[in-house]
């Protein structure tokens, strides 16, 4: 230690009438302690404030940078020492460093910097606004052949590309090429996993999702996948899953995607398809969410179904029904879903059996396939009425409902199985599905959910609940004075902040239960007619016309 702070007080000397030769030794000796004893040295360099002297000393002309940028790197891995080197100005002069013809710069000067910003965001995000990021790529193109360059840009970008500020920068650079270029060339699985932990969080973002699409990202992702496909080693496996997540990943951009998918006729489509029918798990996966993503448009929902790509999917399912992979279930009625919802696609799936392949998965417990199942059967009886007649006479899936309507703990489950239940009397019109859902406790969940924050439910809820007091409300009216649902339409129609489809929809049930003696004595003590009457004056011409309608209704009656 004691020739460290002879070192020390010699460069303090030296740095001040730049002798070369003596700042040269000083630096040696410098880091041959931080080789030794990285954290004492550190502290030692600290104490005798060394790094105010270290900018000047960061010229690009000078043979010291190099080791003035190695002996910053060196004491930035503590994390104590991170402070210090911002604090002594070290960052600007580094920066204009990576400007530096000199490869052995560069490459101390990226370990100085990543060090010192190493987990703070703030400090990365002033390295962004510093514009090293267009500088990190045009290295990372001039210098591609010297793998130690080559990786500390790779981490530079892992690092940065986590920040959002990050993603614009990036994007108006060629990196989606540099990085295409690179993995191409590689053959280790190191160097590919470097690669891919820098692409994941690029590919986020929507402009350098179809950037690396167009620079061939994926077709070099599917010969990853047919290399790995039938490997056995963990490092294959990791390959697979990672470059087939990654194709899912750069689907998730509309441009992208819609590139990839070519009118239906694309390769890249083509072959994702053919991981459907896989043994393999993790390409059945991908398979299944690829193709719930390539299913974002109308025109690619009717193709996919014309095509058969329905029974592919129905298919997978059945063999994932007992002892299955919830992700895979997960994922296949994703696809279905969103392949459900153009209406000329929910007759030919209907005939196809993807509501009876569907139904096999009501006594799944796990919450994500149960929110999906839901959403599916949803989106298939829109519109269709026997579907939704059919569906809701069957007690077993109208009593699994009623039962996730109380599925407090996951909200999505619970909102789904409401919507459903609703759906099925919207949709079937029918007295029988009333029947079966009075019969199955419903009712007083619709009422529940025209209490909801989200209009659209409440609004379904009171159409469904119009419908079971049209078609029959002897039965229901037990469960109506229960569920306290002329408060809850009174409430509804005092709140100044209900939608005027909420106000009319609240009417016209109004109106509907009048005809039950119980039910029309409590609107009659809630004194309705005072509301209604003032919604006469409503800026809604269909909602002043049907609060006369009622008045007339109430007074009537009263």
């Known amino acids: 230690m004691d020739n460290l702070s002879d070192a020390l007080e010699k460069l303090k000397l030296a740095s001040t009438d730049s002798a070369t030769d003596s700042v040269e030794s000083c630096l040696d000796c410098l880091l041959k302690a931080l080789s030794n004893n990285n954290t004492e040295a550190s502290v030692k360099i600290q104490e005798m404030g060394v790094l105010p002297l270290l900018p000047p000393?960061?010229?690009?002309?000078?043979?010291?940078?190099?080791?003035?940028?190695?002996?910053?790197?060196?004491?930035?891995?503590?994390?104590?020492?991170?402070?210090?080197?911002?604090?002594?100005?070290?960052?600007?002069?580094?920066?204009?460093?990576?400007?530096?013809?000199?490869?052995e710069v560069?490459?101390?000067?990226?370990?100085?910097?990543?060090?010192?910003?190493?987990?703070?965001?703030?400090?990365?995000?002033?390295?962004?606004?510093?514009?090293?990021?267009?500088?990190?790529?045009?290295?990372?193109?001039?210098?591609?052949?010297?793998?130690?360059?080559?990786?500390?840009?790779?981490?530079?970008?892992?690092n940065l590309a986590e920040l959002e500020s990050s993603k614009e920068q990036f994007a108006s650079t060629n990196i989606a090429e540099e990085l295409v270029r690179l993995f191409q060339k590689q053959a280790e699985h190191e160097k590919k996993e470097m690669i891919?932990?820098?692409?994941?969080?690029?590919?986020?973002?929507?402009?350098?999702?179809?950037?690396?699409?167009?620079?061939?990202?994926?077709?070099?992702?599917?010969?990853?996948?047919?290399?790995?496909?039938?490997?056995?080693?963990?490092?294959?496996?990791?390959?697979?899953?990672?470059?087939?997540?990654?194709?899912?990943?750069?689907?998730?951009?509309?441009?992208?995607m819609q590139k990839l998918f070519e009118g239906g006729k694309g390769s890249v489509f083509q072959r994702v398809l053919s991981w459907i029918p896989s043994h393999n798990h993790q390409l059945q996966l991908a398979g299944a969410l690829a193709i719930a993503n390539f299913a974002r448009n109308d025109g690619?929902?009717?193709?996919?179904?014309?095509?058969?790509?329905?029974?592919?999917?129905?298919?997978?399912?059945?063999?994932?029904v007992e002892e299955g992979?919830?992700?895979?279930?997960?994922?296949?009625?994703?696809?279905?879903?969103?392949?459900?919802?153009?209406?000329?696609?929910?007759?030919?799936?209907?005939?196809?059996?993807?509501?009876?392949?569907?139904?096999?998965?009501?006594?799944?417990?796990?919450?994500?396939?149960?929110?999906?199942?839901?959403?599916?059967?949803r989106m298939l009886i829109d519109t269709q009425a026997e579907a939704a007649d059919q569906l809701g006479t069957n007690g077993k899936l109208v009593e699994r409902l009623v039962e996730w309507c109380?599925?407090?703990?996951?909200?999505?489950?619970?909102?789904?199985?409401?919507?459903?239940?609703?759906?099925?009397?919207?949709?079937?019109?029918?007295?029988?599905?009333?029947?079966?859902?009075?019969?199955?406790?419903?009712?007083?969940?619709?009422?529940t959910m025209a209490t909801s924050e989200h209009m659209i439910m409440q609004n379904e809820a009171l159409v469904a609940l119009g419908l079971i007091a049209a078609l029959d409300?002897?039965?229901?009216?037990?469960?109506?004075?229960?569920?306290?649902l002329v408060s809850v339409l009174h409430k509804l129609l005092s709140d100044e902040r209900s939608a005027p489809e909420i106000k009319y929809n609240s009417m016209i049930l109004i109106c509907a239960v009048m005809g039950s003696e119980p039910l029309h004595k409590e609107v009659q003590s809630l004194a309705f007619i005072d509301v209604v009457s003032k919604l006469r004056a409503h800026e809604n011409k269909t909602v002043s016309h049907q609060a006369s309608l009622t008045e007339q209704r109430l007074t009537a009656q009263s």
């Not at 010192?116 to 990372?140: E, F, K, R, W």
């Not at 496996?237 to 087939?244: E, R």
């Not at 690619?300 to 994932?320: F, S």
């Not at 002897?474 to 004075?481: L, M, P, S």
């Open 106 to 158: 560069l490459l101390q000067t990226g370990r100085a910097l990543g060090n010192i910003c190493y987990d703070s965001h703030s400090l990365q995000a002033q390295l962004i606004n510093m514009g090293v990021i267009p500088t990190l790529v045009q290295l990372l193109g001039i210098h591609s052949h010297n793998a130690a360059l080559t990786e500390m840009c790779l981490i530079a970008f892992g």
């Open 473 to 484: 409300l002897v039965a229901a009216e037990k469960d109506f004075v229960g569920a306290n």
């Open 57 to 103: 000393l960061l010229s690009p002309q000078s043979s010291c940078t190099p080791k003035v940028a190695n002996i910053i790197a060196e004491v930035a891995k503590n994390e104590f020492m991170r402070s210090p080197c911002v604090e002594a100005g070290l960052i600007p002069p580094l920066t204009q460093l990576l400007n530096s013809p000199n490869q």
């Open 300 to 320: 690619n929902c009717i193709h996919m179904v014309d095509t058969g790509i329905v029974q592919k999917l129905l298919e997978l399912l059945d063999r994932h």
């Open 196 to 256: 891919f932990e820098v692409l994941a969080p690029l590919a986020e973002n929507d402009v350098i999702k179809l950037q690396l699409v167009e620079a061939g990202l994926v077709e070099c992702l599917l010969e990853v996948v047919a290399q790995t496909v039938d490997g056995e080693r963990e490092e294959d496996i990791a390959q697979l899953k990672t470059a087939s997540d990654l194709i899912v990943l750069l689907l998730l951009g509309d441009e992208s």
């Open 406 to 447: 109380e599925a407090k703990d996951h909200a999505g489950v619970m909102g789904e199985s409401n919507r459903l239940l609703s759906a099925l009397i919207r949709h079937s019109k029918s007295k029988e599905v009333v029947r079966t859902v009075i019969q199955g406790g419903g009712v007083k969940h619709l009422v």
């Open 325 to 377: 992979n919830v992700t895979v279930q997960h994922a296949a009625l994703s696809a279905l879903r969103n392949l459900a919802i153009p209406v000329v696609n929910k007759s030919k799936m209907l005939s196809a059996g993807v509501a009876d392949v569907v139904l096999r998965f009501l006594q799944s417990e796990m919450p994500p396939v149960q929110f999906k199942l839901l959403g599916t059967l």
